[in-house]
């Protein structure tokens, strides 16, 4: 039995992840907003908004074997729209607040072999996509930031990061909020079809186990195809 944190554990994709976690027999630890949905005896909920200047009611642990940091935002817009606070609000849930998961975490898992971060992008990085200059930028700094601190960490703690496509999450509602939009999404993308949440939590599921522990650094596109065929 290993533990695991996921921040953003009680929704979308870190939901998911959770649930998979726990099936898995580990002991899970939320640290979301609210607390997760699942009611099981392996998992502990800490309150706190990624946001917040205060993080001091992080839970003392003794053992991380993996971290897995699932906030992320949303924010499509017209260039003329986009003001720096804007840009500031992306950075601080993808970017500051991992940094912030990272620094909390490393201590003690610096003293466990193998293990584990895993953080989350977007195919938009990759992609250029009208309207997301927000959230890619937020993105592609977390890539950016992937890849240094799997050099930085290199032996003892593997960084990776998965960049998914359009998802069915509570963050992708208004985007998929009636079948004409569903489908034309599904129709984009190579596979026909969109995202389900447990795509992209099984994937950070690999990354986060020991079936990957010949991988860091890597950003892991669970896209539909999207970022590198077309058909």
């Given at each position: 039995m290993k533990t695991y944190v996921v921040f953003g554990g009680s929704r979308g994709i870190g939901s998911?992840?959770?649930?998979?976690?726990?099936r898995d027999g580990?002991?899970?630890?939320?640290?979301?907003?609210?607390?997760?949905?699942?009611?099981?005896?392996?998992?502990?909920?800490?309150?706190?908004?990624?946001?917040?200047?205060?993080?001091?009611?992080?839970?003392?642990?003794?053992?991380?074997?993996?971290?897995?940091?699932?906030?992320?935002s949303i924010d499509l817009k017209p260039l003329r729209r986009v003001k720096v606070e804007d840009m500031e609000e992306a950075m601080g849930i993808n970017l500051y607040g991992a940094l912030k998961a990272i620094q909390w975490a490393y201590p003690v898992m610096r003293k466990t072999p193998n293990a584990s971060v895993v953080?989350?992008?977007?195919?938009a990085v990759s992609q250029g996509m009208p309207f997301h200059s927000v959230v890619a930028s937020a993105k592609g700094a977390v890539e950016g930031f992937t890849k240094s601190l799997a050099a930085e960490f290199a032996p003892k703690?593997?960084?990776?990061?998965?960049?998914?496509?359009?998802t069915d999450t509570e963050l992708a509602g208004d985007l998929l909020r009636d079948d004409k939009r569903r489908e034309a999404s599904a129709e984009r993308?190579?596979?026909?079809?969109?995202?389900?949440?447990?795509?992209?939590?099984?994937?950070?599921?690999?990354?986060?186990?020991?079936?990957?522990?010949?991988?860091?650094?890597?950003?892991?596109?669970?896209?539909?195809?999207?970022?590198?065929?077309?058909v």
């Amino acid at each position: 039995m290993k533990t695991y944190v996921v921040f953003g554990g009680s929704r979308g994709i870190g939901s998911s992840l959770v649930s998979v976690l726990l099936r898995d027999g580990h002991n899970v630890v939320n640290i979301s907003r609210k607390e997760s949905d699942e009611n099981h005896a392996n998992l502990s909920n800490f309150s706190l908004d990624v946001l917040d200047k205060d993080w001091n009611s992080l839970p003392d642990l003794t053992e991380i074997h993996g971290l897995a940091y699932c906030p992320g935002s949303i924010d499509l817009k017209p260039l003329r729209r986009v003001k720096v606070e804007d840009m500031e609000e992306a950075m601080g849930i993808n970017l500051y607040g991992a940094l912030k998961a990272i620094q909390w975490a490393y201590p003690v898992m610096r003293k466990t072999p193998n293990a584990s971060v895993v953080l989350f992008s977007t195919v938009a990085v990759s992609q250029g996509m009208p309207f997301h200059s927000v959230v890619a930028s937020a993105k592609g700094a977390v890539e950016g930031f992937t890849k240094s601190l799997a050099a930085e960490f290199a032996p003892k703690i593997r960084v990776n990061c998965i960049a998914p496509s359009l998802t069915d999450t509570e963050l992708a509602g208004d985007l998929l909020r009636d079948d004409k939009r569903r489908e034309a999404s599904a129709e984009r993308h190579p596979l026909k079809r969109i995202g389900q949440r447990e795509d992209i939590a099984h994937a950070a599921q690999y990354l986060l186990g020991e079936e990957s522990s010949w991988v860091t650094g890597q950003v892991l596109h669970v896209d539909g195809g999207m970022s590198s065929i077309r058909v």
